[in-house]
Nanobody, 121 residues
Framework: QVQVVESGGGLVQPGGSRRLSCTAS????????MGWYRQAPGKQREWVAS???????YYADSVKGRFTISRDNAKNSVYLQMSSLRPEDTAVYYC???????????????WGQGTQVTVSS
């Protein structure tokens, strides 16, 4: 069984910064991709950023230049450093992990429970 746990959400003033963390644990042989998504009230969940096993990073246009995704392979963790936050960044942020349970197994995905980020003065 795999667990994905996010942390770091909270209330932030516009223009401020916040760092989210996500750690995967359990039956994981190899992590292929870790990503962040978010869902604002009344809206669909949208992709924010991803970091592939080889180190390539990808960002949605709405956060490019303001958010940075990074990882700690030893801890099976991924981070999202958010800067210049805007009220429209308010959402529940979810971590998704794409991984292999064993060598040669099919890739699987797992979501965390989400962490709320509210940008407001």
């Amino acid at each position: 069984q795999v667990q994905v746990v996010e942390s770091g959400g909270g209330l932030v003033q516009p223009g401020g910064s916040r760092r989210l963390s996500c750690t995967a644990s359990g039956r994981i042989f190899s992590i292929l991709l870790m990503g962040w998504y978010r869902q604002a009230p009344g809206k669909q969940r949208e992709w924010v950023a991803s970091l592939a096993k080889g180190g390539n990073t990808y960002y949605a246009d709405s956060v490019k230049g303001r958010f940075t995704i990074s990882r700690d392979n030893a801890k099976n963790s991924v981070y999202l450093q958010m800067s210049s936050l805007r009220p429209e960044d308010t959402a529940v942020y979810y971590c998704n992990v794409n991984f292999l349970e064993s060598d040669g197994s099919n890739p699987r995905g797992h979501w965390g429970q989400g962490t709320q980020v509210t940008v407001s003065s």
